[in-house]
Structures are given as C-alpha cells and as structure tokens.
C-alpha cells in the first residue's frame, strides 16, 4: 500500500507561482510514475505532468512552459512549480504514482488562481 500526502496549494493570484510537493508514504520501494492530475468543478479529471523514474516527462498542453514537474526518487516525492498561473487552474490537483503497475492516489490540494 501506497500512501501520497499533498502539499502547496492555495488561493494565488493570477500570473502568480505555487510549488505543489507530494511525499510518498515510504522511500523502501520504487515508484514508477509520479505526477499530478487535476479536476476542476463539473470538469472531468486531467493529465497535468507525469515523470517516470528514469526521468521521461510528459506534460499537458495547458501547462506546457508554464509548470515543471521534477521528483527526488530516493524520497518517492514529486513536486509541481507552476508559474504564469491562470484563473482556468483552478482545481484540485491529485498527486498520482504507480508500484508495480497499481496506481496510487493523493487526497488532492485546492488550487484556487483568482483574477
């Protein structure tokens, strides 16, 4: 069993920055994804950057030159940077990882960009 535990998010203004960070229950294993997904209201939940151990990225097009995913595989933890943040960011992020092909979910973090 995985546990993901969130950190980060907040209420920003627009054009602004946060660091979302995700901490893995324990550092005794290796996590094969990690990354973030995010649902905003009456919205299904979507990709936002995904990493994988060796370092493979991929991001979403909204966030593309705008959020940067990086992980410390030796602590299992990921973190989110998103700069140039819009009100359309507005969500609740999810950190996401993966052991042994069974996916692991976060609790989430509000995101709130407000214009």
């Known amino acids: 069993q995985v546990q993901l535990v969130e950190s980060g998010g907040g209420l920003v203004q627009a054009g602004g920055s946060l660091r979302l960070s995700c901490a893995a229950s324990?550092?005794?294993?290796?996590?094969?994804?990690m990354g973030w997904y995010r649902q905003a209201p009456g919205k299904q939940r979507e990709l936002v950057a995904l990493m994988t151990s060796g370092g493979t990225i991929n991001y979403a097009d909204s966030g593309k030159g705008r959020f940067t995913i990086s992980r410390d595989n030796a602590k299992n933890t990921v973190f989110l940077q998103m700069n140039s943040l819009k009100p359309e960011d507005t969500a609740v992020y999810s950190c996401?990882?993966?052991?042994?092909?069974?996916?692991?979910w976060g609790q989430g973090t509000q995101v709130t960009v407000s214009s």
């Open positions: 996401y990882a993966t052991k042994n092909g069974v996916a692991y």
């Open positions: 324990s550092s005794s294993f290796i996590l094969g994804v």
